[in-house]
């Protein structure tokens, strides 16, 4: 970790720094499933992959939670995908792709691909919550806390990120925040993502045979 500046924290490579452990993320699986907890949606049996040249987020907040989805793309079973939730009062997203790859009986694999923000005018975003299992970039941080409580990262004059996602959040968890959070060379897989607004200059949606990097996002 090197300080770059007051209150600036720069991180070479920044991963998840956290996720729910084993017991929490059963527990609030359980709660889910039993209707005792409210989630958002039932997330789809397919992760899908973002790419991101640049971001550029204020009132940033990271936390752990649970998405509770179907297991596959057949039937209606549903498990517990431990997620780290990433959330932003205002994004700014430069050169942003976005794939997912379906299998579809008699033609094999196929790829989804959208891009946008990549003819000068980036993607905008307010109230954005990103749910990854993996992330992978360069980042800085502008004023950081680390471990406070998750619950406390949209309390007025202690919080810094937008209203805390939902009841599936580990709400007396670890959890990072920062005024600013900048990151550069971003990929990650994710479950969900759900925003205030959302939006997608030169917004561009293929479809192509086959899968990986030559088709997906990376």
């Known amino acids: 970790m090197e300080s770059v500046a007051r209150g600036g924290t720069r991180w070479k490579r920044f991963a998840l720094v956290m996720v729910p452990s084993v017991a929490a993320t059963a527990a609030i699986g359980i709660g889910l499933a039993q209707g005792a907890l409210a989630a958002s949606f039932a997330v789809s049996g397919q992760e899908f992959k973002v790419k991101a040249g640049y971001l550029d987020g204020t009132g940033f907040a990271q ?12 039937g209606d079973e549903k498990v517990a995908h431990p997620v780290a939730i990433s959330t932003f009062k205002n994004a700014s997203i430069e050169d942003m792709c976005q794939s997912v790859v379906t299998d579809v009986p008699f033609l094999g694999k196929v790829t989804l691909r959208l891009t946008a923000g990549d003819k000068g005018t980036a993607v905008k975003a ?14 800085k941080f502008t004023n950081i806390d680390i471990g406070v409580a998750a619950k406390d990262t949209d309390n007025p004059g202690v919080g810094k990120g937008p209203a805390v996602k939902d009841k599936s959040i580990l ?7 920062a005024d600013r959070a900048q990151l550069t060379g ?33």
């Open 63 to 74: 936390y752990g939670g649970v998405d509770m989805g179907y297991k596959d793309l057949k």
């Open 186 to 218: 971003v990929t990650q897989k994710a479950w969900a993502t759900t925003a205030g607004t959302f939006e997608l200059s030169g917004l561009s949606m293929r479809l192509h045979k086959g899968d990986g990097p030559k088709v997906e996002c990376y």
């Open 126 to 139: 307010k109230n954005l919550y990103l749910d990854v299992s993996e992330l992978d970039a360069n980042a």
């Open 171 to 177: 709400e007396n968890g670890f959890a990072q925040q």
